[in-house]
């Protein structure tokens, strides 16, 4: 399965306590981030953290968030795609200088951290941590301006790669999102209260209205003054990752402009369009492929059924350190219904394939079950090339579709027939242009140079 990403969330709401908001956010974005998560808050005096590994709802408890009072605040929700999973890496990351304090959440991944972390490392800058988010904080320190807003400019046109930041200081919050637009980062208030989000279902949890998504570029600033806007994004291409869309999102936000439960409701559809079968059932792999299942049974006349139940107290897979737990974990996960699948001839639809590990062990459940024959259908095109902008999916080694064609996938997985969306049929279903979007995992076309791109754990030989 694809390793996930990250969950950022800010909001500035004097005179309100926002520890509370900020837990709820996260754990709205939990699908995101599951290694660890953090909060920090502002006083006006002092920045005050709590971040430990595990789940928020593990790391935060009355206690922990009675001692977390301030009136603005971040938070994190972390998947590694820089950097191990351990307590020296969780976020918000917390640093200081002469300028005063900072902390920073991160969701992305920068490809030129080792470089600008060497540059640090020759003013004097020391690190504790291996993550290219405290190369960003850092970076931000050393970077000349009369306030906060110039020293992130500046900072920001020297990084190379995806991200979306939310910043905190004793009396200003701050967002910014990379000059492609990558990675989601949305806007909302609380009456006057801005809070910012990875993903617009994190502000329905809390009671904000959405207002917009952040534009590619923009570094957008909270404070006593109020809300002001400035831009770094110098005319270059819009890339956000169509990824999102697929998989990473959660179907009921609104990204980019469209619902996410829509797009894979079309995707669906589509592969209808573009793989017609004989069969009796449509399943989807459940969660993120179940709305794409509906639109193929919508379009095709296929009844739509629930054939995999999920046991939800069961992380998601890529969560499994290892191949071996990584394998238990889909046979704990899913549990397939005998008695509504014995004997039918099933379409599956599913989110993608990237090693081709967890895709056989789903088709050996539902032969198990009874099935007759298994269709698989993927809303993805075959995963080519790997992510360096934010996911962690897997190297281009382990990508199957890199090593394997169509035909010979089917043969592995054990399917009867496997049909893959094409490039033009995704681009229909989230209704957006090519040149919009990123599609480097398909296609190898990055929207940044990625020949310095360096392997997930390369800063921590510097450390």
Known sequence: MIRDKCAVIGTFAPPDDVARLIFFALFALQHRGQESTGIVVSDGRSLHRHAATGLVSQVFDEDVLSRLTGF????????STTGSSSLMNVQPILVSGPQGSLALAHNGNIVNSAELRHDLEEKGFRFRATTDSEVIANLILASPGHDWIERVSVATRRLIGAYSLTLLTTDMLVAVRDPHGVRPLCI??????????????????VGAHFTRDLDPGEILACSNDGMRTTSIREHKRRAFCVFEYIYLARPDSIVEGRLVYAARQRMGAQLWHEYPVEADLVLGVPDSATPAAIGFANASGIPYSEGLLKNRYIGRTFISPDQRLRDLGVQLKFNPLSSTIAGKRLVVLDDS?????????????LRAAGAREVHLRICAPPIMHPCYLGVDMATEEELIAARMTVDDICKHVQADSLGYMSMTGLLQAVERPAETLCTACFTGDYPVPVQMALGKFALEATS
């Open 72 to 79: 603005a605040g971040i938070g994190h929700n972390r998947y």
């Open 188 to 205: 909302g208030q609380i009456g006057d209260s801005p809070v910012i989000a990875s993903e617009s279902c994190a502000l329905d949890h």
């Open 353 to 365: 394939i990237v090693r081709g590990t967890t895709t056989p062990h789903v088709v050996r459940l």
